[in-house]
Structures are given as C-alpha cells and as structure tokens.
C-alpha cells in the first residue's frame, strides 16, 4: 500500500471523539488536516500498513491453469479432467467449483472497490464482469481478458483496471486515529500556540517544588498514553510486525502497477 513510508488516504476523523474539532472538514484548517494526517501515518506504520485505501491502477496479467488451480499445465490450450473425461479448456481455468471454463485476472489485494475496466481504451460494462473469490476478476457474457499486454501503448489504451485497494478504517481505527489527531493538533494548534503544560516524552508526574520527575515502565515508541490508541494498534498488529505477510509466486505473472494513490 502507498509507498514504505506513508499511506496513501488520510482516515476519517470521529469530531465527537475530539471536542472542537469541526465537524464540517471545509471548516479545517491546515493544523487539522496536519493532525489528521500526522495521526493516520502513526497508526498505520504501527499497524503494518494493514489499514487504509489507496487508489490502484494496474496493467493484469491473464491468470493461467497453474499448480493449485486448474491442470497445472501450460499452453494456449489447457486440458482438464471433469466427471472422468478430458476437456480441453481455450482460456482461462477451470476447479472443481466452477461447471464452465473461466477468464480470470488476479489484483493486488486485498481489492475493496473496482472503479472501472478498460480494454482498448473502451470501457467495459460492469455487466460484462464479476469479482469472484475475493480478488479474482473473472469475464463473464462471453469473450476473455486479453492474453497479454501490449506495452508500446498508452496505459490508457491498453488493458486496465481501476480500484480501490485495502481495508476501510472500522469504528476503532477512526476512534483512535481520532483522539491521536485531537493530541497532534493540541500540540500545534491553528493559533500558533501549544501546550506549554505538556510533560516530557515517558514522564508521568512531577514534583514541582522537589523538582522530582517519575517516569513510566512503558518505555515503548509507540505508547501514545491514550487508551483507544493503543488498544487498537494491540489488537491489529499484536506482534509488531511492520508489514505483513504476503505470498509470491515464480509461477503467476505479476500485475503492472504504474499508479497508486489516494481516494477523493
């Protein structure tokens, strides 16, 4: 998601969860959207970047029959075994799930919301195409994906996909990336200003007149001090791991992602 260092979509902020912030986000000035997007990249660097939306627009490869899905053999024609007799399968696959032969591409996941297909620059019905098995986009009414891509042409006239990639912030997420961004914004403020009264990182109590300072035991980068925080990261990314695992394999052709960026 986005590049290794910062999300692409800045998440929704709760104003019920930070008292005075605008509820109306034309009312924000640039410290609230400085905290907002402050807060978002915390969380999200703390969570492995699991959490958030980006733009994608790719280039897909056609999915062929490989080990674990279809005959596991190569070539323009594929055959296969159904009900002890051999087919021969033109394009696409076929599993012991599916009566028909399917036209499949494979995206980048997790895939939350397909925008738009194109194919020579013409765009493709909606009808014309379902997503099946969560990040599987199969052609249906007939016809396949193109084989191949050819890339001596435009991005815009070749084969694409538009969508959106991620997981949506849930009810936690916006809750806590609410009240960090309430504390980002009481340390820079719109006025200028700044809590003054703010004890030191790790500090939690002073004795003004012994001048005696007790730190805390947690001595975690990421303990923010607030519950809802670090409740939310503490059940996303238990762990800590700083992104999480994903599979590749020599024998599927990875899609061309030549654009990914924040949902307007």
Request: hydrophobic share 35%; aromatic share 10%; proline share 9%.
């Amino acid at each position: 998601m986005a590049n290794a260092l910062y999300p692409c979509t800045p998440w929704p902020i709760n104003p019920v969860c930070c008292p005075g912030w605008p509820a109306d986000p034309t009312q924000w000035t640039q410290a609230h959207r400085d905290a907002q997007y402050r807060a978002t990249t915390y969380l999200w660097r703390a969570t492995g970047g699991l959490i958030g939306l980006c733009r994608s627009v790719v280039r897909p490869c056609l999915d062929e029959c490989v080990a674990g899905r279809g005959s596991g053999w190569g070539g323009w024609m594929m055959p296969y075994i159904r009900d002890g007799e051999w087919f021969n399968s033109l394009c696409g696959c076929t599993s012991g799930c599916s009566c028909s032969e399917l036209c499949t591409v494979t995206l980048p996941g997790p895939v939350h919301l397909i925008e738009s297909i194109t194919v020579a620059g013409q765009v493709v019905p909606p009808s014309d195409w379902r997503q099946i098995t969560g990040d599987r986009v199969a052609r249906v009414n007939g016809g396949c994906w193109p084989s191949c891509q050819d890339l001596r042409v435009p991005d815009a006239d070749g084969f694409t996909i538009t969508y959106q990639r991620g997981i949506p912030p849930g009810l936690d997420a916006i809750a806590a990336v609410s009240k960090l961004a309430c504390k980002y914004l009481d340390e820079c403020p719109p006025d200028g200003g700044g809590d003054c009264g703010e004890l030191p990182e790790g500090v939690e109590s002073v004795s003004r007149e012994g001048l005696t300072m007790r730190f805390g035991d947690n001595d975690s980068s990421l303990d923010t001090g607030i519950r809802a925080v670090s409740d939310f990261i503490a059940s996303v990314n238990p762990y800590g791991l700083t992104e999480y695992p994903s599979v590749w394999s020599p024998d599927v052709d990875e899609p061309l992602i030549f654009y990914e960026g924040p949902v307007t």
